[in-house]
Each structure stands twice: as C-alpha cells, then as structure tokens.
C-alpha cells in the first residue's frame, strides 16, 4: 500500500482559503459531538439569559468570547480523543490519563463561562 504524496504547500490567499476550508471542516466534525452541541445550547441560553437581564453589550460580548474559548478548547479535546483512539485502540492507562485531561480542560473552561456569567447577572 502506497502512501500519497503530501500536497504542496499554498500561499498567500490560496492558503486563507484553504485554512478556511480547513476550519469549516473542523467545525462539521466537532458538530457530530453531544457535547459540542450541549456547550452551543449553554451559550446561546446565556446570551438570552444576559440580555434579558439587560446586560451591556461588552458583557455580551465577553460572554460570546469565552464561549469561542469554550469551543476552541473542545475542539483540541475532540482531536486528542481521536488521536488517542488511532495510538491505543484498547483500553490503557495511557489513553484515560489523556481524556481525562482533555475532559477537565472542558470542565475549566465551562467553569470559567459560568463565573463570568454569574458575576455579570450578580452585579
């Protein structure tokens, strides 16, 4: 079995575009995830929940900033899953210490979103 030869390598716009196609993809295999899609749930409802509590539109926005925080950070945890998954098909220490890890960097971050969330609607 022969392995393909790697693309050449772009730039310029050509590589905006293909960073974007990059990306878009990306985004279409994190939404496959339940958590992904309980996590966009989390922040749409917090959106809702601060503007009918008539919060500022930089709180707003801050609000929207952790949440792209949010998602970049399940992002990597999806990637090291599937990493981890292609390296130890069985189970292993190895592979739970990983998502586990993986798992509590989400935790933090949803920590971190629910605070800002909490402090902005208490004061």
């Given at each position: 079995m022969s392995v393909p030869?790697?693309?050449?390598?772009?730039s310029g716009i050509a590589h905006f575009?293909?960073?974007?196609?990059?990306?878009?993809?990306?985004?279409?295999?994190?939404?496959?995830?339940?958590?992904?899609?309980?996590?966009?749930?989390?922040?749409?409802?917090?959106?809702?929940l601060l503007l009918a509590f008539r919060a500022s539109v930089p709180e707003v926005l801050g609000l929207?900033?952790?949440?792209?925080a949010l998602i970049a950070v399940e992002a990597l945890n999806t990637a090291l899953e599937e990493l981890v998954d292609h390296l130890s098909p069985g189970w292993s220490q190895f592979a739970k210490?990983?998502?586990d890890l993986g798992s509590l960097a989400v935790a933090c971050t949803i920590g971190v979103v629910l605070i800002y969330a909490g402090v902005v609607l208490i004061w």
């Open positions: 030869d790697k693309p050449p390598r772009k575009l293909a960073a974007a196609g990059y990306s878009l993809g990306g985004l279409k295999r994190l939404s496959r995830e339940s958590a992904f899609r309980q996590e966009v749930a989390l922040i749409a409802g917090l959106v809702v929207l900033a952790l949440g792209l210490d990983a998502k």
